[in-house]
T-cell receptor, first 109, second 115 residues
Framework: RKEVEQDPGPFNVPEGATVAFNCTYS??????FFWYRQDCRKEPKLLMS???SGNEDGRFTAQLNRASQYISLLIRDSKLSDSATYLCVVNWGDYKLSFGAGTTVTVRA | ETGVTQSPTHLIKTRGQQVTLRCSSQ?????VSWYQQALGQGPQFIFQYYREEENGRGNFPPRFSGLQFPNYSSELNVNALELDDSALYLC??????????????FGNGTRLTVT
């Protein structure tokens, strides 16, 4: 079983729509959670951290469910510029990050 | 503030050859991590250097090796290249040390093609 699993998508949505997707992780001892964004042929960039109580950053909302070992990302009022691959990232309290394979989102006009 | 820079941006090598990739960390960062990202996959951790010592390694064979210099820049060396080594190699710097506690700042990556 992979450490971090994501639905690869793609999720094709119209501008203004809401899109949401999940990520599951295998290690219950996981301590820190993040969403990174990666544009085509570019480096990953931190989108937001995910906190136990859930958190928002503008149109983006992240949730953590420790009991079921998944995190989620919801994007409201999608923009064309939101088209990217969203990487789910987990840290187990050591030095490294474990990345999922990514969920591709395409927002169409 | 100078970001993470990697060189070269693209590289084509033949199976069996050796390659060295370079990374300059963001100013003030003392930790450098290297990740391999194959097409359609997420980045996979190769190893991390903190204060010129390797302090963590992922599931990669010994032919993947590295160095960190006193100015915190780093090199990734891969010997006896295989076709499966074709990937985007990402360097990331942070103030992490031995425990992850700060965001990673990635460079633009080096795209290696092995033929």
């Amino acid at each position: 079983r992979k450490e971090v699993e994501q639905d690869p998508g793609p999720f094709n949505v119209p501008e203004g729509a809401t899109v949401a997707f999940n990520c599951t992780y295998s290690n219950s001892a996981s301590q820190s959670f993040f969403w990174y964004r990666q544009d085509c042929r570019k480096e990953p960039k931190l989108l937001m951290s995910v906190y136990s109580s859930g958190n928002e950053d503008g149109r983006f909302t992240a949730q953590l469910n420790r009991a079921s070992q998944y995190i989620s990302l919801l994007i409201r009022d999608s923009k064309l510029s939101d088209s990217a691959t969203y990487l789910c990232v987990v840290n187990w309290g050591d030095y490294k990050l474990s990345f999922g394979a990514g969920t591709t989102v395409t927002v169409r006009a | 503030e100078t970001g993470v820079t990697q060189s070269p941006t693209h590289l084509i090598k033949t199976r069996g050859q050796q390659v060295t990739l370079r990374c300059s960390s963001q100013s003030g960062h003392n930790t450098v991590s290297w990740y391999q990202q194959a097409l359609g996959q997420g980045p996979q951790f190769i190893f991390q250097y903190y204060r010129e010592e390797e302090n963590g390694r992922g599931n990669f064979p010994p032919r993947f090796s590295g160095l960190q210099f006193p100015n915190y820049s780093s090199e990734l060396n891969v010997n006896a290249l295989e076709l499966d080594d074709s990937a985007l190699y990402l360097c990331a710097s942070s103030l992490g040390g031995t425990v992850y506690n700060s965001p990673l700042h990635f460079g633009n990556g080096t795209r290696l093609t092995v033929t």
